[in-house]
């Protein structure tokens, strides 16, 4: 089996015809009365032919160039070259990062880390000339601290609730915490993704190390520098400038005694990212954009998506959504199909969140879930917590088991398992078990520690346990070894 990254090499790009989304869909809501429509529907209208893969084995990218659309080849139907300049680019103006903070997440300052000056991170000849993986999302600093009851009562505050609160609001709590114990770190469920797949590909293992980088939109204040500097010593580039005079968001995390967390969020500039020419080019320089979710909030801010979205398919770069929340999926629920109909490659969801894209009761199980929305979007990606996972293709449901550990901290656990998918993408691992088999063992070591995001020394036990493996192992690739889902 290959184990190798992607080719970048190559200039030319294939045009991908655009997958229309039923207007049906929208009225149905039984599995049993839709599906027979969806695949009436997909077979006979988006002509993909054999759509993703052939069976259910993804072809190996590490012998085709991603930038001429490789991995999905099987859906081209012409070609439109385009040319790129692969000059390195930087958006981003220099700014100290503070150090008053309160106590920043070790996780993020590991000690076999090297450390880098502001200047060295942003300078433009230390980026590399492309990305394999540019992340678009909310970027906002989260304040994480341990409080009692009587710290919440006094500043009037729901015990386990989330609230949005203002500029005002944001600075009382803020002042209520000073001499309070806590921890400030670059949050986020998009970058809990894109540090793990950073980590994980930080040893040219199999190849050479991943290049990873994230555009989103935060202030000209020290909390913006502190954030761009955070993800930069987790080897991931923040690369969108500053907003002149803009306040970076942030999320307050009090936790009492009893694990319940009170959470504020301050949006700040984080609701809105701009498209310019600047996220334009650093698309244009992209093999995997992958969009977060929670950014389908802000009206504004889904035109970027649509735009960002329209460039990557332009230029020959993979599309990847996370789906992030339920209630944002049933707020935004049109948006989010306009772009995954459209545009979307791959697709991120926990099972209740695939229902919820399916209009499915939850007595409907994750692999029916899975099944349904692989009729629109080439790859699909469902967790379903301790039980497993499922990857969907061309209307069929693979089943991934879990990884066994035993659980510590649960949060970011489909953070890590998107990165585990990305990763092995990346390396050219060619079938579904062994990418999901990845992607569930990632998720576990996340699962089986306190805090979201994997640690550097993790990751490169995992990056070398799964170069051995993939190279010492033939992994059949017909369709009876891959266990598809017959729920």
């Not at 609160?165 to 894109?194: F, I, P, Q, W």
Request: net charge negative; proline share 4%.
């Amino acid at each position: 089996m290959s184990f190798s990254l992607i080719s970048l090499s190559s200039t030319s790009s294939i045009s991908i015809p655009q997958r229309k989304f039923p207007s049906q869909f929208h009225s149905q809501s039984s599995s049993s009365s839709s599906s027979s429509a969806l695949n009436t529907y997909y077979y006979a209208s988006t002509n993909l032919n054999s759509s993703l893969f052939n069976s259910t084995t993804i072809r190996p990218i590490s012998l085709l160039p991603i930038n001429s659309y490789s991995f999905f080849s099987s859906m081209s139907n012409g070609t439109n070259a385009s040319s790129t300049d692969d000059s390195a680019e930087i958006c981003t103006s220099t700014s100290s990062a503070t150090d008053e903070l309160g106590e920043s997440d070790s996780d993020d300052d590991d000690a076999n880390q090297e450390q880098e000056t502001e200047e060295d991170a942003q300078s433009p000849a230390a980026l590399p000339e492309r990305w394999h993986v540019l992340g678009l999302g909310q970027a906002m600093v989260d304040f994480s601290g341990m409080v009692d009851d009587e710290f919440l009562d006094t500043l009037g505050l729901e015990k386990g609730t989330r609230k949005v609160v203002n500029h005002e609001e944001r600075g009382r709590v803020l002042r209520a915490m000073d001499g309070c114990s806590y921890k400030a770190a670059a949050g986020g469920s998009l970058s809990n993704s894109l540090v793990a797949l950073a980590r994980l590909g930080g040893q040219p293992i199999g190849g050479h190390s991943l290049n990873v980088a994230m555009a989103g939109s935060v202030g000209s204040d020290p909390l913006g520098g502190f954030y761009r500097s955070k993800l930069r010593r987790a080897d991931v580039n923040f690369l969108s400038a500053p907003v002149k005079d803009g306040t970076t968001g942030t999320v307050i995390v009090l936790t009492t005694s009893d694990a319940q967390r009170t959470m504020l969020a301050y949006q700040g500039t984080s609701s809105r990212v701009n498209y310019d020419p600047c996220l334009a080019s650093l698309i244009s320089k992209t093999s995997i954009l992958i969009v977060e979710g929670y950014l389908f909030e802000f009206p504004d801010t889904i035109k970027t998506i649509a735009m960002a979205c329209e460039e990557a398919r332009r230029c020959g770069a993979l599309v990847a959504i996370t789906a992030s929340d339920v209630t944002c999926i049933e707020r935004h629920y049109d948006d989010f199909w306009d772009i995954m109909a459209n545009y979307a490659d791959i697709i991120f969801a926990n099972s209740d969140e695939a229902r919820t894209f399916c209009h499915f009761s939850s007595k409907e199980s994750p692999a029916s879930a899975t099944r349904y929305l692989s009729h629109f979007v080439p790859f699909v990606s469902v967790t379903d917590g301790p039980k497993g996972s499922y990857i969907g293709v061309k209307g069929e449901a693979v089943y991934i088991p879990p990884s066994p550990c035993v659980p510590a901290d649960t949060c970011g656990a489909g953070d890590a398992y998107a990165s585990g998918i990305l990763y092995g993408i990346l390396r050219g691992v060619s079938d579904l078990k062994g990418l999901g088999s990845i992607a569930a063992k990632v998720a576990s070591v996340v699962v089986a520690q306190q805090g979201t995001r994997l640690r550097v020394q993790d990751a490169v036990k995992l990056a070398e346990s799964f170069a051995v493996q993939h190279e010492n192992s033939a992994i059949c690739s017909d369709v009876g070894s891959d266990q598809i889902s017959s729920l």
